[in-house]
């Protein structure tokens, strides 16, 4: 392996690995949120907000959100099209190779397809990386040397043994160094962190990390271009450290907060339920709920997957002739 990214493995970097995995290891299914639609929901919308958001997208989360659910929304074309254009990208995390640079070019189109010209291809001409007065930050690699740099990274990520978080924050820093394609650097370079991070821990396909870059945005710019022009990235790979850290903390609040809600209704569930045969019907109405949805999404279900629910006929378990009882 003859590229090697620079950078230091300090003792602030170790320490904030452990405590991310501590608190990644401290909740009962964390791994798992397929029981918990509304936080998969949540952290994926505010994602694709966040992250738009960064590159100047003045969609709200309430339109955003609006999106998602199919509906139309009154705003700039381009932006709804920006929208659009991610949740299509962020729907295709679980089915990439993030260690593929055919993957990345294959999300990349659909990211910024009807955006750029040169969209899902390297670009073929020379860019410079501005601030807001226009001055001039950085000036990428050119278009001939683009294809030897990314698979030089790509190589380095795959056969890299860093930590991944480690590893994928430096990814993230060395992509936005090269400036690969001609636009949409940034919304990708976020996404194809979240991307690798995946394959250590699923999980992360649902912590909205780019919110905290996006509290933190003139911090982000200032430790990219520092990471890019010094002699080593490691002040971005710690404040990426950080904002995952403090990513998961929320994700992880609001996890056990989640359970604890659905804990209660377990509980009341269980306070209703005899040990002889009752039917929906007779629990909702013990319960004084209206909703079937409610009753089996949030009362049954739970106490169900938990083992404490017993049905009259197990093999059938939406007859209308079902019954439960306690166990």
């Known amino acids: 392996m003859g590229y090697i990214p620079p950078f230091s493995i300090t003792v602030e970097m170790l320490d904030l690995i452990s405590e991310i995995s501590e608190m990644l290891g401290s909740i009962k299914g964390v791994e798992n949120l397929e029981k918990f639609p509304r936080l998969r929901r949540i952290g994926r919308i505010k994602t694709i907000h966040s992250s738009l958001a960064i590159e100047n997208n003045t969609l709200s989360i309430g339109q955003v959100t609006d999106i998602v659910d199919g509906k139309r929304i009154l705003g700039p074309p381009d932006e709804i099209f920006e929208v659009k254009n991610a949740i299509a990208a962020y729907n295709e995390l679980e089915k990439i190779n993030p260690f593929d640079m055919n993957d990345l070019l294959h999300v990349h189109k659909i990211l910024m397809e009807g955006l750029v010209e040169e969209n899902g291809r390297l670009r073929t ?101 520092e990471s890019q022009k010094g002699s080593n990235v490691n002040i971005f790979i710690v404040f990426m450290l950080e904002a995952i850290r403090d990513a998961v903390k929320a994700i992880v609040s609001d996890t056990q907060a989640h359970i604890d809600h659905i804990d209660t209704r377990v509980r009341q569930l269980m306070a209703v339920l005899e040990t002889y045969p009752q039917s929906a019907a007779e629990l909702m109405e013990r319960l004084n709920l209206k909703s079937r949805d409610t009753f089996r999404n949030n009362y049954l279900r739970p106490a169900m997957e938990a083992g404490l629910v017993m049905l009259t006929e197990p093999n059938k378990p939406t007859s209308k002739n079902q019954r439960y009882f306690k166990r």
Request: glycine share 6%; proline share 7%.
């Open 125 to 225: 001409v020379d860019v410079g990386v501005y601030n807001s007065d226009g001055k001039k930050l950085l000036t990428p690699p050119g278009p001939t040397m683009l294809p030897g740099y990314m698979n030089d990274l790509f190589e380095w990520l795959r056969a890299s043994d860093v930590h991944i978080l480690i590893r994928s924050s430096i990814f993230h820093t060395e992509f936005e160094r090269i400036h690969p394609f001609r636009d949409g650097n940034g919304r990708i370079g976020r996404l194809w962190q979240t991307a690798v991070l995946m394959k250590w821990k699923p999980i992360f396909a649902w912590i909205p990390v780019e919110s905290i870059i996006r509290e933190r945005q003139t911090e982000y710019y200032n430790t990219l271009m």
